[in-house]
Nanobody, 129 residues
């Protein structure tokens, strides 16, 4: 069983930066695809950034050029560097992982809740104007 624990959320003014972390534990298989998803109040959960099993990355159009996803396999930790934050980036950010071999970053980005094997509990990001 893989456990995911997000951290790094908080409150920041527009234009500021935050770095989210997602620590994975409980499973030794390191080659799994991962992604960051967010859910704003009253809206559906959406993919923000993802890393596929082939190392490819994908981003939602709304965050391209501002967010960067990275993974430290030695530390079993996924990161999301968020720069130039906007009020519309506000929401609960979730980390998710899938063990399917060959899953691309684009597939992860478009995954629904049931399309990913494991989810963290989320970390809240609030961006004030």
């Amino acid at each position: 069983q893989l456990q995911l624990a997000e951290s790094g959320g908080g409150s920041v003014q527009a234009g500021g930066s935050l770095r989210l972390s997602c620590a994975a534990s409980g499973y030794s298989y390191s080659t799994y695809s991962m992604g960051w998803f967010r859910q704003a109040p009253g809206k559906e959960r959406e993919g923000v950034a993802a890393i596929g099993t082939d190392g490819s990355t994908a981003y939602a159009d709304s965050v391209k050029g501002r967010f960067t996803i990275s993974k430290d396999s030695a530390k079993n930790t996924l990161y999301l560097q968020m720069n130039s934050l906007k009020p519309e980036d506000t929401g609960m950010y979730y980390c998710a992982a899938d063990l399917e071999l060959g899953m691309t970053a684009t597939q992860v980005l478009g995954a629904t809740y049931y399309g990913m094997d494991y989810w963290g509990k989320g970390t809240l990001v609030f961006v004030s104007s």
